[in-house]
């Protein structure tokens, strides 16, 4: 599952890109680039992928992520078939040279490097700091360029400065990908996504993946760090919890849509996934008790 390298629009070293993405759904492929990138989901939910992390988004996802890390955010089939209020977007790429070359002071030197260093696995930013973070960021396409950088640079602070986040890649990731993994991946990935609410065999992916299925079992594996029955069931999962969040379905309807023709191995997944039971996650979201 290689990603491709893509032109992130930024033309020289010390500058700021920032865009506004408002769309029906997300259409990008797994890619790379040489910039630093900041994500904000202001309205949309789906999966992402980052290095070997795999894991839903929903709005208010805050992900901030190093140059060279292959990731992609993609919806479930329900955008695709026009039965959402589509998405919305902030993205920020900024060049690691653009920062470190704004600085005098060693303190701030370290810990702009620690920042850099640690968004080489992608951070997901929670609390406190990912609630202002969102504050400082609204709206921000339309600010006077002056205001934009103030902004920028509050962000950056923040960012360096905050114990709000986790790692999404595992520890010691470094990209591998091929051209032609990359193509393979997405195809595995996007057919996964159109098919999941129903069974998916072995022999079925691996033609899709154009290899025998031993072979394709070794390579979903080394690449994703989950086999290809973990990932699909993340995948179904991510997609119950929005059908738990969002409906009044019966937990046996939801498995059902989902993919899953067992009720009892949907409990066990999705308690294994989201360590609750969909009852209770159906009630702590009811009760506010997850934060989004």
């Not at 060049?95 to 702009?112: K, R, V």
């Not at 400082?136 to 709000?164: C, H, N, R, W």
């Not at 031993?214 to 993340?234: D, G, M, P």
Request: charged share 20%; net charge positive.
């Amino acid at each position: 599952m290689r990603a491709r390298l893509v032109n992130t629009g930024l033309q020289y070293a010390n500058g700021i890109r920032i865009k506004t993405v408002t769309q029906f759904f997300l259409d990008t492929t797994f890619h790379f680039h040489d910039a630093c990138e900041l994500v904000l989901i202001e309205q949309g939910h789906g999966k992402r992928v980052v290095g070997d992390h795999t894991g839903a988004f929903e709005h208010g996802d805050l992900v901030v992520m190093g140059p060279g890390l292959p990731h992609v955010w993609q919806h479930d089939g329900t955008y695709y078939q026009k039965k959402t209020d589509g998405v919305k977007a902030i993205v920020i790429y900024f060049a690691p040279a653009f920062l470190l070359g704004m600085l005098n002071d060693t303190q701030t030197i370290s810990l702009i490097n620690s920042l850099l260093l640690n968004a080489a696995r992608g951070l997901e930013i929670t609390g406190a700091t990912k609630m202002t973070i969102r504050s400082l960021l609204t709206g921000i396409d339309t600010f006077p360029e002056l205001k934009k950088m103030a902004a920028f640079l509050e962000v950056m602070e923040l960012l360096a400065t905050t114990s709000d986040y986790q790692h999404l890649a595992s520890e010691g990731y470094r990209n591998a990908y091929t051209k032609k993994d990359n193509v393979r991946f997405n195809e595995v990935h996007q057919y996964m996504l159109a098919n999941f609410h129903r069974e998916i065999t072995l022999e079925e992916i691996s033609t899709v993946a154009r290899m025998a299925p031993t072979a394709f079992c070794r390579y979903f594996k080394l690449h994703t760090k989950r086999s290809f029955i973990q990932f699909l069931n993340e995948l179904r999962i991510s997609r119950a919890c929005r059908l738990l969040e969002n409906s009044h379905c019966s937990t046996a309807d939801i498995a059902y849509k989902c993919g899953f023709n067992n009720l009892t191995y949907f409990n066990k997944c999705f308690k294994q996934i989201q360590h609750v039971t969909p009852s209770e996650y159906r009630k702590q979201m009811t009760s506010g008790k997850i934060a989004v």
